[in-house]
């Protein structure tokens, strides 16, 4: 349930930094109300964005004392269906890959995470569904016979992110965007009236005092070859041996995620990496051995220390949309309802949690 945006003043200039999801979406939705504008990315859809698994999956990873990473998340789930509609009508791409998450988990210290969880949504007015052994197999028949308990998200959805990023691309020339394919490295020399800052880990480094790092993901995608049993029809995550992995369903297989590296500036995928991922992959559903290891990727995730994003006004010219981390797909709904409020002069109270001066005030107060 976006927000309404009023139009801007005719011809009023923008300036979006950074072609990845978030950047694409604001440079779309802006452009709709009016702003003229202009996008710089020397790769557009290149980056994180390009190796995402998609999950819009923010009450699956709820967990106490991250209530605001749960809220943030939530409310933007809300906002995708309306926010997917818009784009499909103006693109005729349905970028929807899969309704519904089921967490499952392997052996009893698991278990009782999923009932934390389950707890700890509920408390903040989520609902989350357990589901007995029988239940999973129900379910999903192709999961492996040591899974004893699930935890079912009925509301969570998917998206392809390439088909996404596409659909984007296409949204942003229907609507007057003007692609620039060239990196930024200084935004004062930049001529439009506003800009925003979107450009992942790198715009802390055109905004040095942002706290944002890249934080290093791999990712495979797995083809399911002809006479293998179909892949699951919702997102399946599970931990195995104390490592997180995802299965988001594709058209043509599953995307297996995602090992998490303090690594730096570093996209290489490791035999390690890929070792973990499909052994934790085929401990869930052990048909993926039969698919096809269609694609090794790594890409950065922009983290910052309390994994909530920066959104909102650096100065009056600059506003920042970045550090989303892993959730970038996710949070892209409610971040673009913020930044055309902050380009009205307005605040988008659910995003207030997000607000880049929160660590500035909290410098000062020491």
């Known amino acids: ?16 930094v950074g072609g990845g999801v978030i950047g694409l979406a604001i440079a779309w939705r802006a452009a709709e109300t009016g702003w003229r504008v202009t996008l710089y990315d020397p790769a557009p859809g290149s980056g994180a ?39 499909q009508q103006a693109t005729g791409i349905d970028v929807f890959s899969a309704r519904e998450s089921l967490t499952v988990a392997l052996d009893g210290a698991d278990a009782a995470d999923l009932r934390t969880i389950a707890d700890c949504v509920g408390r903040q007015g989520y609902e989350l569904r357990i589901i007995d052994r029988a239940g999973l197999r129900a379910a999903e028949p192709a999961l492996a016979r040591s899974a004893r308990l699930g935890l079912l998200a009925a509301d969570e959805l998917a998206v392809d992110n390439r088909a996404l990023v596409a659909a984007l691309r296409r949204a942003c020339a229907g609507a007057g965007v003007d692609l620039v394919e060239r990196a930024i490295t200084d935004i004062d020399a930049l001529a439009e009236e506003q800009v925003v800052l979107a450009a992942g880990y790198s715009s802390a480094k055109l905004w040095p005092r942002l706290p944002i790092r890249p934080v290093k993901g791999e990712i495979l995608r797995l083809r399911r070859r ?26 043509d297989g599953v995307v297996v995620g995602a090992t998490q590296y303090e690594a730096g500036v570093d996209t290489t995928v490791t035999v390690g990496g890929v070792r973990d ?13 039969e698919y096809e290891l269609a694609e090794s990727a790594a890409g950065l ?36 309802d913020a930044v055309l409020a902050q380009l009205e002069g307005n605040q988008l109270l659910e995003a207030k949690s997000a607000d880049p001066q929160r660590f500035t005030d909290e410098k000062e107060r020491r």
């Open 1 to 16: 349930m976006g927000s309404e945006v009023k139009r801007m003043r005719p011809r009023a200039t923008l300036a979006v």
């Open 226 to 251: 002809r006479g293998v049993a179909p892949g699951p029809s919702r997102v399946i995550r599970a931990r195995v041996h104390g490592r997180p992995v995802y299965l988001v369903p594709r058209a």
């Open 49 to 87: 964005s390009h190796v995402a698994g998609g999950m819009l999956a923010p009450l699956s990873e709820g967990w106490p004392g991250e209530e605001l990473v749960l809220d943030l998340g939530a409310a933007s789930l809300q906002r995708w269906p309306d926010f997917a509609a818009r784009l």
């Open 277 to 289: 991922l499909i052994a934790d992959a085929q401990a869930i559903l052990p048909s993926v051995a």
């Open 301 to 336: 995730r922009p983290m910052t220390p309390d994994n909530l994003p920066l959104i909102g006004r650096l100065t009056d010219r600059v506003v920042v949309a970045s550090g989303h981390g892993r959730n970038g797909i996710l949070l892209t709904a409610i971040t673009v």
